[in-house]
């Protein structure tokens, strides 16, 4: 088990928290207006990132806030944790440069 | 213990009996094969096994970054069953069992397969009604199954509490006379050999780092042993499907997580089936030489660590002693973890891709061992002849867009 860093907690037992997946997933913006495989995307497909990735938690047994952080999937690391209210840690870094589906 | 004179240093190991003879040659990669199978896990070498076999395609070469069978495929409870809720997913599972009925003929070599039953536990009036529910389901599809009452239970498996006095009573228990387990590594080894002997090449050590395409076809592939060009290629790369489809910009609904199992010491033989339980998950089953083999659910976030964090062995144990009493004073061995790759319906993805000659094989999850045999069958099929086999055609990466999933999480019991 590691410590993790609530934002405003400080370092709590991973126990204490709740994994939410994959961070900055934007809802549709007329989500009547997009094609199924849009909609799929948005419901089904996420990025299943080796290494560096940004994603939500939630201290649910603590202060029952939602925060993000970057942590590395390969060796678990937490590289940082942001408040919600924060700017998106390194956006442009980070924000995949989606290849449209190939070919 | 003699270390010997210090002048002439001893080999290690020198004392130890010969190594067995080797199962597959170790060969060079050539620069070119009609199919290219990306990962040397079960899937991967049943594919390959099954090409030779049914199709007569032998320009075959298995790529495996690691060595052959060391991923998933060493690292799981190896609970084989086919009492799935659904059509689609009865169908491939129970086409599999019947091929495990007869793996050990097929390969000629011994896979240990025990057919020992499984008892899935109800904890709850939902549980109840759901396992009811599938037993019916099964028992349309031609897959064996029961519902048996408690004392029933008690009968097939002594050691599990069946008193009302636990937080959560068992209320019954479906059971699967044909389901069980084998031995994982002989099972990759059996299929490993029966390729080698057919003239595919076993390529270890060797990790695909790219691909080359030409418009809607991928031409070869790239790899830490070089470019290797490619008529076809399988990706059965299980938890790390994600990994090599970035790679070709193709996206799919999977997500890794580490899955964690444990083993105790050796035993007196106490546990004569497999019980599995969806509501305290705990599934367990006492190996060929005797340790309890247990595994957990998922560690929640992604990782890509083959290992997880104590706390879930922890809840695992803890809910395994509740179960059954008599375990309280096994001591745990080991824990390790493989990194499995699940999927939206907790089905697998099999077949096309957006490439004309690339074939996809994941989303197998917490459940894939048992469909081994079944899954090589018919992504072979698929491949040889650019069309899915009927078992995996309801399991395309489509489904997500147009709705048709294969809904398996709960009515498939526990996901294993
Ligand atoms: C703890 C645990 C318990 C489980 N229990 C059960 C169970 O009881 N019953 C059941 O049915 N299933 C179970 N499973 C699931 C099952 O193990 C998997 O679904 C199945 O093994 C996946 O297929 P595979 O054997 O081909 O995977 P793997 O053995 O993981 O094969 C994939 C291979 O691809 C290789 N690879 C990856 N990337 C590359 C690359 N770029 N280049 C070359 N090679 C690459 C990997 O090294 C690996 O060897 C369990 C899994 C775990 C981890
Ligand atoms: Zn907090």
Redesign the pocket.
Known sequence: MQLIECPWCGPREEVEFHYGGQAHVPYPDAPAEVSDEEWAHYVFFRDNTKGRFAERWCHSAGCRRWFNAIRDTATYRFESVHRLDAPQPHATELARSRRSTAP | MNPGPSHAPRTPGADLPEHPDFLWRDPEPKRSYDVVI?????????TAHYLAKNHGITNVAV???????????????????SNYLWDESSAIYEQSLKLWEGLEEDLGYPILFSQRGVLNLAHTLQDVRDSVRRVEANKLNGVDAEWLEPDEVRKVCPIVNTSTDIRYPVLGATYQPRAG?AK?DYV?WGFARRAHEAGIDLIQD????GFATDGNRVTG?Q??RGTIAAGTVAL??????S??TDMLGIRVPVQSH????LVSELLEPVHPTVVMSNAVHV?VSQAHKGELVM??GVDSYNGYGQRGAFHVIERQMAAAVELFPVFARAHLLRT??????TSPDASPIVGRTPYDNVYL?CG?????????PG?GWALAHTIAHGEPHANVAPFTLDRFVTGALVDEHGAAAVA?
């Open positions: 990306v990962g040397g896990g079960g899937h991967g070498l049943a790529l495996e970054k690691g060595w052959l069978g060391g991923g998933n495929m060493a690292r799981n409870t190896t609970i084989i069953r387990i994982h990759a060797c990790e695909v780092t592939v790899t830490t059965c790369a299980a938890g790390h499907t990994v090599l580490p899955l964690q199992a599934y595994g957990a390790w973890a493989g990194i499995v790759d094989n197998w999850g917490t459940g894939g061992f048992k469909a081994t899954v294993h």
